[in-house]
């Protein structure tokens, strides 16, 4: 389980870089809307394997929730959100995915944290 946490930030990384890759013309890794959310990424991945795991698991987990509701809420039709490009079957698909690859994240760091609050909780009550 330890090592899922790491994993599927790194998945999802690539579902939003597919994503962006699909829908934003002329994308690399070095492209804006990629890079920053991939230094961020490799930040808490980085942060998660040291003694600071507890933190970075809980922003891990922000930062994968931040990512779903991106891809949710970046395909509703809200005036304040330019529609590029089109809103097209394609372009939810691709949403979808980033969404999706989102869950793993969200799941196995709820999982983790839920799993060591219980063993901090059990040896503080036996003190």
Do not use: C
């Not at 959310?37 to 507890?54: D, N």
């Amino acid at each position: 389980m330890a090592l899922l946490v790491p994993a599927f930030a790194i998945l999802g990384w690539v579902g939003l870089f597919i994503h962006n890759l699909a829908d934003l013309p002329g994308q690399t890794i070095m492209s804006t809307e990629s890079l920053i959310p991939l230094l961020i990424t490799g930040a808490l991945v980085v942060l998660w394997s040291t003694p600071l795991r507890w933190g970075a698991t809980w922003a891990l987990l922000a930062w994968g929730l931040l990512n779903l509701v991106g891809a949710i809420v970046t395909v509703l039709p809200l005036s304040i959100l330019p529609f590029y490009p089109d809103q097209s079957f394609t372009h939810y698909a691709f949403h979808v995915v980033y969404g999706l690859t989102q869950l793993p994240l969200i799941i196995t760091s709820a999982i983790w944290l839920r799993r060591r609050g219980t063993r901090k909780g059990a040896r503080e009550s036996t003190r």
